[in-house]
């Protein structure tokens, strides 16, 4: 089956830096890949999703990049603010009915 | 904007009794998901279920777990004799599905927090 990894576990920067964190996938079949951040105590989510067709997606300082033939995907905030200090989670799913998530990345924005 | 809702927030069970959690998915969504997140850790898929039957469910989703969609609009998972290790947040989730735009996209619940002591 499907197996995510995840990195880093743990990521700090600088408000205004950016951050990027990168994963990994196993089946070469999996064709859709979202982005998920968890707030303390609240529920994941969805930020961003890509589809294996595209190579690249955008929406305002959130990026995604998707290389199918290294398997592997990253999420990329620039211009870090306060208040994108969470863990995010990548998945990957390549059937309807199941989406694996990897481990999380705790990101924290340092003043 | 329509959300997925779950009862209770938070249970508290001694070890060996019967849990049944509650989920109410989007009322259109076609695909419904339980996923489990102990403490700190990562959101570990349990079971899918889908027309009416478990689609794919996980290692973790031994013959303890059992889910049902018991009328229209609700989805409940049963842990029928609960272990301390069981003790975790339990998302529920839907997707609409069918390729449809947006489709993908997995809308979580607030979660019930199960702790057995």
């Known amino acids: 089956g499907e197996n995510v990894e995840q990195h880093p576990s743990t990521l700090s920067v600088q408000e205004g830096d950016s951050a990027v964190i990168k994963c990994t996938y196993s089946?070469?079949?999996?064709?859709?890949f979202p982005w998920y951040k968890q707030e303390l105590g609240k529920r994941p989510q969805l930020i961003i999703d890509?589809?294996?067709?595209?190579g690249e997606k955008k929406d305002q300082r959130i990026a995604v990049t998707l290389n199918k033939t290294a398997k592997h995907f990253s999420l990329h905030i620039t211009e870090t603010q306060p208040e994108d200090s969470a863990v995010y989670f990548c998945?990957?799913?390549?059937?309807?009915?199941?989406?694996?998530f990897g481990k999380g990345t705790r990101l924290h924005i340092l003043p | 904007e329509p959300e997925v809702t779950q009862t209770p927030s938070h249970q508290v069970t001694q070890m060996g009794q019967e849990v049944i959690l509650r989920c109410v998915p989007i009322?259109?969504?076609?695909?419904f998901y339980w996923y489990r997140q102990i403490l700190g850790q990562k959101v570990e898929f349990l079971v899918s279920?889908?027309?009416?039957?478990?689609?794919?469910k996980s290692e973790i989703f031994d013959d303890q777990f059992s889910v049902e969609r018991p009328d229209g609009s609700n989805f409940t998972l049963k842990i029928r004799s609960t272990k301390l290790e069981d003790s975790a947040m339990y998302f529920c989730?839907?997707?609409?599905?069918?390729?449809?735009?947006?489709?993908?996209?997995?809308?979580f619940g607030a979660g019930s927090r199960l702790t057995v002591l």
């Open positions: 089946d070469s079949a999996s064709n859709y």
């Open positions: 989730a839907s997707r609409l599905g069918q390729g449809k735009t947006g489709a993908n996209v997995l809308t």
């Open positions: 998945a990957a799913s390549n059937r309807d009915d199941k989406i694996i």
């Open positions: 009322s259109n969504h076609l695909y």
């Open positions: 890509i589809r294996s067709n595209v």
């Open positions: 279920f889908y027309n009416n039957e478990i689609s794919e």
